[in-house]
């Protein structure tokens, strides 16, 4: 009963979270794909196959636990969130590209995401080799949490334009439910898994560090714009560990949403970091400055 109120209570925190993104955008967020192919498709791509990639290569770099190491690989499959897209607002970068590849990310997560944990655990032995992860009922969920709200979110603010003003508080409140309920289950459970927790630290800094220098290199050397690149950058490092752990709850096990824990100490100060030295080198003349602040780019 208690294992179901918490999932229940994750749920709930993540249906209100992707419902305050769903306020936050319209159909030309979409649109945008098509207006500029280039980045949309590359930093989605960086995303969802080469992040995915990178996770698997350390996962067996450091030997992980199968369990473990599947963790790590969701957590490198899961799109960008709401905080990539605040960071990037604050900071003046594109901020509609931040919102088109969280959203496109996002949608197309639902049939990735599956595939990789699956891939990451196929020929495992032991217990972790007898984990399945249905594609379908894997894609429903994750649909039923991210694609539902988001579209109800939408239709919401076409609507009543007025309810985006909704958005701050139902993120915050959705914030707030998981860090309690999260917490609260854990006060539950007998024996913390430290040492998983202190053998995940390194490849989740690593993936971390890779997803921040993937996303900084690569479009640069496509002939993409420096925002475009910071931009990619964050959205590839601040994730939407949130999904990660509503899949891990589900369909896994407690230990895969260790090495996401281990990623979220490293993510934001990352994120943030990147943020800060592009606004400092374009403040010096080293780089292109920021784009200017629009009304439609408020996230």
């Not at 560090?209 to 601040?238: F, H, Q």
């Not at 400055?289 to 009304?295: A, L, N, T, V």
Request: with cysteine.
């Amino acid at each position: 009963m208690e294992g179901t109120l918490v999932d229940w209570g994750v749920r709930g925190a993540m249906f209100a979270l992707m419902f305050g993104m769903g306020l936050t955008l319209v159909a030309a967020d979409f649109r945008r794909v098509v207006q500029a192919p280039l980045a949309s498709v590359l930093g989605t791509a960086l995303q969802l196959i080469a992040m995915p990639l990178i996770g698997i290569a350390l996962a067996r770099l450091y030997e992980l636990p199968p369990v473990l190491g599947a963790g790590l690989v969701v957590v490198a499959a899961c799109p960008g969130g709401m905080f990539s897209n605040i960071y990037i607002y604050i900071a003046r970068a594109n901020s509609a590209l931040s919102i088109t590849l969280t959203a496109t990310a996002t949608l197309v997560t639902l049939f990735t995401l599956p595939l990789w944990v699956q891939y990451s655990l196929a020929g495992a032995d032991g217990p972790a080799g007898d984990v399945g992860v249905p594609l379908v009922a894997t894609a429903l969920e994750l649909a039923g949490l991210t694609v539902l709200p988001v579209v109800i979110g939408m239709g919401v603010r076409g609507r009543w334009p007025g309810a985006l003003k909704l958005e701050k508080w139902l993120s915050r409140c959705g914030a707030v439910a998981i860090v309690a309920v999260l917490t609260w289950d854990s006060s539950q459970r007998p024996q913390l898994p430290l040492d998983e927790l202190q053998r995940s630290l390194a490849p989740a800094f690593w993936l971390a560090c890779a997803a921040v220098a993937v996303g900084l290199a690569v479009p640069k050397l496509l002939g993409l714009a420096t925002r475009d690149s910071v931009t990619i950058a964050v959205e590839l490092v601040v994730k939407n560990i949130l999904l990660g752990i509503v899949l891990a709850r589900h369909f896994l096990d407690y230990e895969a949403m260790v090495p996401m824990v281990a990623f979220s100490f490293f993510q934001t100060p990352l994120g943030v970091l990147v943020l800060v030295a592009w606004r400092l080198l374009a403040r010096w003349g080293r780089l292109e400055g920021p784009e200017p602040r629009h009304p439609s780019a408020t996230p």
